[in-house]
Every structure is written in structure tokens, then in C-alpha cells.
Nanobody
Framework: QVQLVESGGGLVQPGGSLRLSCAAS????????MGWYRQAPGKQRELVAT???????NYADSVKGRFTISRDNAKNTVTLRMNSLKPEDTAVYYCNLYGRQSIDQSPTNYWGQGTQVTVSS
């Protein structure tokens, strides 16, 4: 099994900053990409940022210039630095890993349990 554990969510005022961290553990044969998604109440889960190995980082238009994703491939960790936060950034943020546990397995999306980010004055 693959486990993803997130940390760093919380309550912040508009214009503030937060950093989310995620650590993956378990049997990971190949880790192709790690990233962050979010889901606001009444809305579908949406991509925030992804960082594939050997590929280009991808950001949602709504967070470009404000959020920065980084990862440590050796440690299977991913971090999301969020600056200039807005009330519309309020959501549950989920860590994602796209990979496989063995050469015989098809690549699969793995998810963390989610961490709440609330931007409010």
C-alpha cells in the first residue's frame, strides 16, 4: 500500500501564506508525478499544481504566480508554498501521487486524506 500524509493546513487571513507538505510511504516502485488538488464545498476536485519527473510543472491559472510546488524525489515528498492567499483558495487540499507499486501494475492515482485550508478575515 501507498500512504500519503499531508500537513500544514489551517486558517489564514487574506494575503497571508501557508505551506503544505506531503510525504509518501509504502511500496512505491515508480513515482511518475506528485501534486496537489483541492475541493471546495459544492465543487468538483480540481488540479492546483503537479510536478512530474522529467516534465514541466503545471499550475492552475488561478494560482499561477502565487503558489509554488517543489518535490524531493529521493524522499517522495512534495511541498506547496501558497502566497497571497485569497478567500477563493479555501478548500480541502489533497496530495496526489501517480505511480505504480510494481512493474506488473498499471499506474494509479494515490490520494492523501486531505487538509483544510481556510482563508478568511
Amino acid at each position: 500500500q501507498v500512504q500519503l500524509v499531508e500537513s500544514g493546513g489551517g486558517l489564514v487571513q487574506p494575503g497571508g501564506s501557508l505551506r503544505l507538505s506531503c510525504a509518501a510511504s509504502g511500496s512505491i516502485f515508480r513515482n511518475y508525478a506528485m501534486g496537489w488538488y483541492r475541493q471546495a464545498p459544492g465543487k468538483q476536485r480540481e488540479l492546483v499544481a503537479t510536478m512530474p519527473i522529467g516534465g514541466s510543472t503545471n499550475y492552475a491559472d488561478s494560482v499561477k504566480g502565487r503558489f509554488t510546488i517543489s518535490r524531493d524525489n529521493a524522499k517522495n515528498t512534495v511541498t506547496l508554498r501558497m502566497n497571497s492567499l485569497k478567500p477563493e483558495d479555501t478548500a480541502v487540499y489533497y496530495c496526489n501521487l501517480y505511480g505504480r507499486q510494481s512493474i506488473d501494475q498499471s499506474p494509479t492515482n494515490y490520494w492523501g486524506q486531505g487538509t483544510q485550508v481556510t482563508v478568511s478575515s
